[in-house]
């Protein structure tokens, strides 16, 4: 069943982005809307811009760089993996692996860690790139791993979440979620907060589980399935949730975005959107990316929209990076669109490459860094006056 759905999703995404004579009224809502035109208003330009061994294939590929310890992590499907200087993008280390990455990179710790296509879990030095270990779980992996309190915890296509051992792979605990028949091609990417693991699941649900064996503390329900298509029924939680202070935000498709006390699992808001993107904030505002391409700002207190960005509709918008006065999505054109996280309004367009951004940008201190899907890795420094 996600083999076909898979096949459905590839079907919308050729007809985006072809118009030809007699497109139905249906096909032409599906086309990519055109760039937006604006006035520029942030003086910025990439920092640096390199070529990488890390070339990305697939459709629905959601791998995306690491930052940390002064270093950008990229991988590619290819199984390569360099690490680069994040000041001025040399290379520092190279590793090829026999194996197809499909995670996002993950690092902290002093390691880094990748998933493969045939449930690898490996993880590397993040100073010199020598395999540290190599543990195979029950599926695929392809969102980033969690790494923190001495472990390492990964989700896997199958609706399990596992946790190893940081320093030796060796499998601490399990737990194991009935997977619907019909859902996306995604799953949400784990978190570590106070002793606990947050992860979202394929059934509507956000559970918690104590680091140290897995006990399940609580689980709640975040959307319903519902609707009288399969289609309208899916309600996975595939976005990474979002912790602020005590506050866990929660997305799922075809559902809603949740605020929910992290000590006691009671609902503070939940308002009805669908996304299956990483959400990010500022530490004031909650920013993401609908499901239909919209951008949009909610009040982190209540849940009320503060803005919207529609006018990227269409053009497979990715999740949302915070950098300051800013807010960064990529578009499958290859374009980053820069806008005010005031009002959402254009302030900024750069161009990394023409075969696309994978995943989404990721921003760290101040540094935004994005992968295209030939290997070229951008990285655009922020000067302070304008954080």
Request: aromatic share 8%; glycine share 8%.
């Amino acid at each position: 069943m996600m083999k076909k759905f898979t096949i459905v999703l590839t079907c919308i995404m050729a007809l985006s982005l072809v118009a030809c004579s007699g497109t139905s009224d249906e096909e032409k809502a599906l086309l990519p809307f055109p760039l937006p035109k604006f006035t520029p208003s942030l003086d910025i330009k990439p920092s640096w811009k390199v070529s990488t061994s890390a070339e990305v294939e697939g459709v629905f590929s959601r791998l995306q760089p690491g930052m940390a310890y002064g270093k950008v992590y990229v991988a590619g499907t290819n199984g390569e993996v360099e690490a680069r200087n994040l000041e001025d993008g040399k290379l520092v280390w190279k590793k090829k692996m026999d194996v197809i990455i499909e995670s996002g990179v993950a690092v902290a710790d002093r390691i880094v860690v990748v998933g493969s296509q045939e449930g690898e879990v490996i993880a590397l030095d993040a100073e010199t790139g020598e395999e540290l270990w190599r543990n195979l779980v029950s599926s695929e992996i392809i969102s980033p791993a969690a790494i923190g309190e001495d472990h390492v915890v990964v989700r896997t296509i199958d609706g399990k979440l596992f946790a190893m051992d940081e320093k030796t792979g060796k499998r601490s605990w399990f737990f194991d979620r009935n997977v619907p028949a019909l859902t996306l091609r995604g799953t949400g990417t784990p978190i570590l907060a106070r002793g606990a693991v947050i992860s979202g699941f394929d059934n509507g649900n956000v559970a918690l589980f104590f680091m140290k064996d897995g006990a399940l503390i609580w689980e709640k329900r975040i959307a319903q399935a519902a609707g009288r298509s399969e289609f309208d029924q899916i309600v996975d939680v595939d976005s990474k949730p979002l912790v602020v202070s005590d506050v866990l935000y929660v997305a799922t498709y075809n559902g809603n975005i949740a605020a929910i006390n992290l000590r006691d699992s009671q609902n503070l808001w939940q308002r009805e959107m669908s996304s299956f993107q990483d959400l990010t904030s500022d530490g004031l505002s909650i920013f993401a990316t609908t499901s239909n391409d919209v951008v949009m700002s909610l009040s982190r207190e209540q849940g009320q929209t503060q803005w919207t960005q529609s006018e990227l509709k269409n053009r497979k918008v990715s999740a949302p990076a915070a950098l300051g006065k800013y807010v960064v999505v990529a578009d499958f054109e290859g374009y980053l669109h820069w806008m005010s996280a005031s009002d959402g309004h254009f302030v900024k367009r750069m161009r990394i490459d023409s075969s696309g951004v994978v995943g989404a940008p990721i921003a760290y201190l101040n540094y935004l860094v994005a992968q295209a899907k030939n290997g070229e890795v951008l990285a655009v420094k922020i000067p302070e006056s304008s954080l």
